[in-house]
C-alpha cells in the first residue's frame, strides 16, 4: 500500500464510517438548537479518533489484534448510551424535566447533561464538547471502530499507518462537524420539537438494536 493509496483510503472511509447510523444517532441526540452544533460533531470526531489511532499504531508496533469479546462489550455500552440519550431527547421534546438532567449555563451556553447520582457525563468543560467527546471514544472501541483499528494493524509499515489514520482522523472530524451543524441549523429553522422526537427514536431505535445483537438475539 503506496502513502497516496493509504490517503486516499483513509479519507474515503473516515467519511464513509462518519455516516454510519449509530454514529449519526448519537450525534443528533446530543445536539440542542443554540448550542455550537458543528463543535459536538467535530468532538464526536475528535474522541473517536484517538483510541482507533492509539490502538492502531500499537497493533501494528506489536502485531496483535483488538479482541472481538472486548469490542462487544464496547458496541453495547454504546448501545445503553444511545438509548438513554435517546430518551433523553424525547423528554426534551415533551418539555419534561427528569432528576437525570443536570442543567446549567456557561457564558450563555445553557445545557444539559446526562448524570447519574453524582457522576454527570461531561460534567468537566473545556474547548470540546465533552459528552459528545466521550461518545465518540467508546465509539472508537466499538463494532466497526474495531474493523477499521484492524485495517490500520493490516497495514504493510508504520508510514502507511500513520498516512491513513490521519486521513480517516482528518474526514471523520470534518464529515461529523458538517452533519451536525446541518442538523443544528434545521432545529433552528423551525419544527425543533418535531426534529427532536425523530432523534430520540431513532436513538433509541439504533441502540436497543445494538443490545439486542450484542445480546445473541436474532433481529
Do not use: Y
Not at 453524582?118 to 459528552?131: I, K, Q, R, Y
Amino acid at each position: 500500500m503506496a502513502l497516496t493509496t493509504a490517503l486516499v483510503a483513509g479519507g474515503v472511509i473516515g467519511v464513509r464510517h462518519a455516516l454510519e447510523a449509530d454514529h449519526l444517532a448519537a450525534v443528533a441526540t446530543m445536539v440542542e438548537d443554540g448550542n455550537r452544533p458543528g463543535l459536538v460533531g467535530a468532538s464526536w470526531g475528535v474522541g473517536h479518533s484517538i483510541p482507533i489511532a492509539v490502538v492502531g499504531l500499537l497493533f501494528v508496533a506489536l502485531g496483535i489484534r483488538l479482541p472481538e469479546s472486548v469490542t462487544h462489550l464496547f458496541e453495547a455500552v454504546v448501545g445503553v448510551i444511545l438509548v438513554a440519550l435517546g430518551v433523553r431527547m424525547l423528554l426534551r421534546a415533551a418539555d419534561v424535566s427528569v432528576p437525570s438532567l443536570r442543567k446549567h449555563d456557561h457564558g450563555g451556553d445553557a445545557h444539559q447533561h446526562l448524570s447519574f447520582g453524582t457522576f454527570a457525563l461531561g460534567s468537566e468543560h473545556s474547548h470540546v464538547h465533552d459528552e459528545s467527546f466521550a461518545v465518540g471514544v467508546l465509539h472508537g472501541f466499538a463494532g466497526s471502530g474495531a474493523l477499521v483499528i484492524a485495517m490500520v494493524s493490516a497495514a504493510p509499515g508504520i508510514d502507511q499507518a500513520v498516512a491513513f489514520l490521519a486521513a480517516f482522523s482528518i474526514l471523520t472530524v470534518a464529515t461529523m462537524a458538517v452533519v451536525s451543524a446541518l442538523w443544528g441549523r434545521s432545529m433552528n429553522v423551525g419544527g425543533t420539537r418535531i426534529l427532536r422526537g425523530i432523534a430520540g427514536v431513532v436513538g433509541i431505535f439504533v441502540g436497543g438494536t445494538l443490545v439486542v445483537e450484542m445480546a445473541g438475539v436474532p433481529v
